[in-house]
């Protein structure tokens, strides 16, 4: 009924600058919060990003200043601009909608299937 579709994935050098999008479809009734997460090998998932439907972020501390989050809500997509890569930024990249669907009577946790991001020479 609900699907988060990721894209923007791929191989980068350390130092450079990827995109991700996520969009959120089916039978939305509204979203709270959406974001990111990302889990590297041999590593729990974390938090990177998440924002509020009122424009709220809340970043980790390992990306702060280099990552930014934002959402259009018009089109239930939130995207994650991601500079200054590192190696270590390396993981799936998951995303996140914490939603309402049509007919439920609360706030759900929904992912996507997730990105891989690779950050090497």
């Known amino acids: 009924q609900v699907q988060l579709v990721e894209s923007g994935g791929g191989l980068v050098q350390p130092g450079g600058s990827l995109r991700l999008s996520c969009a959120a479809s089916?039978?939305?009734?509204?979203?709270?919060?959406m974001g990111w997460y990302r889990q590297a090998p041999g590593k729990e998932r974390e938090l990177v990003a998440a924002?509020?439907?009122?424009?709220?972020?809340n970043y980790a501390d390992s990306v702060k200043g280099r990552f930014t989050s934002r959402r259009d809500n018009a089109k239930n997509t939130v995207y994650l601009q991601m500079n200054s890569l590192k190696p270590e930024d390396t993981a799936v990249y998951y995303c996140?909608?914490?939603?309402?669907?049509?007919?439920?009577?609360?706030?759900?946790?929904?992912w996507g299937k997730g990105t891989l991001v690779t950050v090497s020479s």
């Open positions: 996140n909608a914490r939603l309402k669907t049509i007919g439920d009577y609360i706030y759900r946790d929904y």
């Open positions: 089916g039978s939305i009734f509204s979203i709270n919060a």
């Open positions: 924002i509020t439907s009122g424009g709220t972020t």
